[in-house]
């Protein structure tokens, strides 16, 4: 009696710690659980304890709820202007409503992949190349557009989606890469071009300049000789004026006291060069000697004067 006392005492334990092991959940942090009953959805369980009823209530779908990343596989996709080029991306994704995604989706990851890649090749298909390649960015944009509003049924938020590789074929790349370099050496030649054009205006430009002050300088130095000239003219007109009135009230003695001394001068100039092997005379030798008597007469003249008070002391 004992002994089948202690063995149904054991079993209803055992049957105790079993439903509460299987009424008694702990749901991590970051995932939501949910509940069915007889298979129906009932409710969520969010982190933490949380407690079923025991063989009603069971764990339907276990959900991350963190943010996600999905990879894009590798597609070909044809441009526009009919150019292959190769494309792989991936998607950052999260659960908000535990309950659609698990039940309005049968398979989310895929789902997300194939409207990825579906979308890929509709968005690059209305480019041409180049904007493909130049405009990464438009085409980011417009998938996440287009992705976010195709999940909002599952739901799903897609945060971001990012083209990681936009790569054409080896025999495209290969023209790419000579039209750029064909372009670069086109600009190459402009910008010489314009260089040197620019370096021929500033020599003409210098050129003028220098045409124009010298052209000022030769005026301004005709203006001066010119200047010079009247001045000159003048002076002799005065020098003329004043030999006339000098002439006129009776200065002829000084005027041959005047052209004796100039002849003295210039014979004294001759005389003294070292290079003078030959003095011509251009005048007559008596009229020269005439002429020193004359000076010599005049220089002597205010001596008797001076004699005359000398004697009377």
């Known amino acids: ?12 334990l055992v049957l105790v710690i079993g439903i509460i092991f299987a009424s008694t959940k702990t749901v991590p942090q970051g995932q939501v659980w949910t509940v069915e009953r007889f298979g129906a959805y009932t409710r969520l369980l969010n982190p933490g304890l949380s407690f079923l009823v025991p063989f009603v209530d069971q764990v339907g779908r276990k959900l991350n709820v963190q943010e996600q ?10 441009s526009r202007d009919n150019a292959t080029v190769t494309v792989d991306g991936v998607i950052y994704y999260r659960v908000l409503e535990a309950e659609k995604a698990a039940y309005q989706i049968a398979n989310l990851s895929q789902a997300l992949s194939t409207l990825a ?17 130049s405009s990464r960015e438009r085409i980011n944009t417009s998938l996440l557009v287009i992705l976010d509003g195709a999940t909002t ?49 500033k020599v003409a430009e210098g050129n003028k300049a220098s045409l124009i002050l010298s052209a000022e300088g030769r005026r301004s130095a005709a203006e ?15 020098a003329t004026r004043s030999v006339a009135e000098a002439l006129s009230k009776g200065g002829e ?22 290079n003078s ?10 009229a020269l000697a005439g002429g020193i008597t004359q000076v010599l007469s005049m220089l002597q003249a205010p001596q008797a004067p001076a004699a005359g008070p000398a004697t009377r002391s």
Request: no cysteine.
């Open 1 to 12: 009696m004992q002994l089948g006392f202690f063995l149904v005492w054991f079993l209803v």
């Open 69 to 78: 990343v999905l990879d894009i596989p590798e597609q070909s996709v044809i």
């Open 117 to 133: 890649m579906t979308n890929i090749r509709a968005v690059i298909g209305e480019l041409e190349l180049d904007a493909a390649l």
């Open 153 to 201: 049924s599952w739901g799903v938020k897609v945060s971001r989606v990012e083209i990681r590789r936009i790569e054409p074929p080896e025999n495209l790349i290969r023209a790419m890469n000579m039209q750029m370099t064909a372009e670069r050496e086109r600009r190459a030649t402009v910008m010489r071009a314009e260089g040197e054009r620019e370096a021929a205006v």
């Open 224 to 238: 001066n000789d010119a200047l010079a000239r009247e001045r000159l003219a003048l002076a002799e007109a005065n």
């Open 253 to 274: 003695p000084a005027l041959r006291y005047f052209i004796a001394d100039r002849y003295v001068q210039a014979f004294q100039a001759m005389a003294a060069s070292p």
């Open 277 to 286: 092997r030959l003095v011509v005379v251009p005048m007559e030798a008596s």
